[in-house]
């Protein structure tokens, strides 16, 4: 069974920084690429980032290429996002999720605000 815990969320003041974690388990982690997606009530959810499963390859979204970074440990199968130069814009529940497979967490709620 496919088991997804992401955490790290909470309150920043802009300009702050979080590092996000998705704890796994349940599938071949360090063989699938995983992604973290973001949304906000009432609007889609948003792709954040991708990050590749052997070289670590990574993808991110427009609006925080430059300020997110997804990173990976295969040993804990457990995936990273650290948030940097937060912007009350990016105020969601951060979601990861393994590319292929309709498995998602609880989320994590960030917020950005003074």
């Known amino acids: 069974q496919v088991r997804l815990v992401e955490s790290g969320g909470g309150l920043v003041q802009p300009g702050g920084s979080l590092t996000l974690s998705c704890a796994t388990s349940?599938?071949?982690?360090?063989?699938?690429?995983m992604k973290w997606y973001r949304q906000v009530p009432g609007k889609q959810r948003e792709f954040v980032a991708h990050?590749?499963?052997?070289?670590?390859?990574?993808y991110y979204g427009a609006s925080v290429r430059g300020r997110f970074t997804a990173t990976r440990d295969n040993a804990r199968n457990t995936m990273y996002l650290q948030m940097k130069d937060l912007k009350p814009e990016d105020t969601a529940v951060y979601y990861c999720?393994?590319?292929?497979?309709?498995?998602w967490g609880q989320g994590t709620q960030v917020t950005v605000s003074s």
């Open positions: 349940g599938f071949k982690f360090s063989s699938t690429d």
């Open positions: 999720t393994p590319n292929g497979l309709d498995a």
């Open positions: 990050i590749s499963a052997v070289l670590s390859t990574t």
